[in-house]
């Protein structure tokens, strides 16, 4: 297959063909019939790589795979609102059982052990995440 | 550590480059496998912090794709692919054949994504 006619055909299956190189093409695949094949082939697979080539923009332009500043900004601000918020009830519980005299003295200690504890395993697990937030090679893995 | 991405048209990172001949095929064409160096496997199970799950919460009332967990799905892969390759490297082989994943959900919010292969020696045919 000469260089002309491959360019013509791939530029034919990208529908890139200028009246002249459409007619020249034509007139190869009169007499080339087994080509014409060949590139209604092409074409199809074409079609459908441009298929899903479509769907993926089309879902990436729904929500890009990085949020915005301004979609991090709102979604940022949201968890730390809730979290602060279940974080800030949570301990005012705690700190209404630890203070209320009706509640039996030993209820009074579990809690406090059970509190504290769960700070030391808290406190742990916060540590080993800051250090290593930056540097965890999979979070550049969108999906 | 810098390693080739792969990125998706759009942009989005969906893994790395591997170092060592992955494949789900038992035989690989043109090559022959010369030594097998036996099973090899790699596990990751991540999860994402609480922000996340509250946003996943959120989109499951919702509907549509949760991308909070579709990330949490890449990082275990690639991860698990890692330990994987790095476990075939070890062994001395060249390649991993027959791969395949499979997942199991550990916990609310954590999924654990296990590779599995048979590392081999290739050579050409």
């Given at each position: 297959?000469?260089t002309e006619?491959?360019?013509?055909?791939?530029?034919?299956?990208?529908?890139?063909?200028?009246?002249?190189?459409?007619?020249?093409?034509?007139?190869?695949?009169?007499?080339?019939?087994?080509?014409?094949?060949?590139?209604?082939?092409?074409?199809?697979?074409?079609?459908?790589?441009d298929?899903w080539?479509?769907?993926?923009?089309?879902?990436?332009?729904?929500?890009?795979?990085?949020?915005s500043?301004?979609?991090r900004?709102?979604?940022?601000?949201?968890?730390v609102?809730?979290?602060?918020?279940?974080?800030?009830?949570?301990g005012f519980?705690?700190?209404?059982?630890?203070?209320?005299?009706?509640?039996?003295?030993?209820v009074?200690?579990?809690?406090?052990?059970?509190?504290?504890?769960?700070?030391?395993?808290?406190?742990?697990?916060?540590?080993?995440?800051?250090r290593?937030?930056?540097?965890?090679p999979?979070r550049?893995?969108?999906? | 550590?810098?390693?080739?991405?792969?990125?998706s048209?759009?942009?989005?990172?969906?893994?790395?480059?591997?170092?060592?001949?992955?494949?789900t095929?038992?035989?690989?064409?043109g090559?022959?496998v010369?030594?097998?160096?036996?099973?090899?496997?790699g596990?990751?199970i991540r999860?994402?912090?609480?922000?996340?799950?509250?946003?996943?919460?959120?989109?499951?009332?919702?509907?549509?794709?949760?991308?909070?967990?579709?990330?949490?799905?890449?990082?275990?892969?690639e991860?698990?692919?890692?330990?994987?390759?790095?476990?075939?490297?070890?062994?001395?082989?060249?390649?991993?054949?027959g791969?395949?994943?499979?997942?199991?959900?550990?916990?609310n919010?954590?999924?654990?994504?296990?590779?599995?292969g048979?590392?081999?020696?290739?050579?050409?045919?």
């Open positions: 297959m000469n006619l491959e360019t013509l055909l791939v530029k034919a299956v990208d529908g890139l063909l200028t009246p002249d190189e459409q007619a020249r093409l034509d007139a190869y695949l009169a007499e080339h019939p087994e080509v014409g094949e060949a590139l209604e082939d092409d074409m199809a697979i074409k079609a459908i790589t298929g080539a479509q769907r993926i923009q089309a879902d990436a332009d729904i929500e890009p795979p990085r949020p500043g301004p979609a900004v709102v979604l940022g601000t949201g968890m609102l809730v979290v602060g918020a279940v974080t800030a009830l949570m519980a705690l700190w209404m059982t630890l203070r209320d005299p009706a509640v039996p003295m030993l009074r200690a579990a809690v406090a052990a059970g509190a504290a504890g769960a700070a030391g395993l808290l406190g742990y697990v916060v540590k080993v995440r800051l290593s937030l930056g540097r965890d999979y550049e893995v969108d999906r | 550590m810098s390693r080739e991405l792969i990125r048209r759009t942009g989005a990172v969906t893994g790395f480059k591997s170092q060592v001949l992955l494949t095929t038992d035989e690989v064409a090559r022959k010369r030594e097998v160096k036996g099973l090899v496997r596990n990751s999860a994402r912090h609480v922000g996340h799950d509250l946003v996943a919460v959120f989109r499951n009332l919702v509907g549509g794709e949760i991308r909070e967990y579709t990330k949490l799905m890449g990082e275990s892969r991860q698990a692919l890692d330990r994987l390759m790095e476990q075939a490297s070890l062994l001395g082989a060249n390649a991993v054949v791969v395949r994943f499979t997942t199991s959900m550990v916990m919010g954590a999924a654990e994504l296990l590779a599995y048979t590392a081999v020696v290739l050579e050409d045919a």
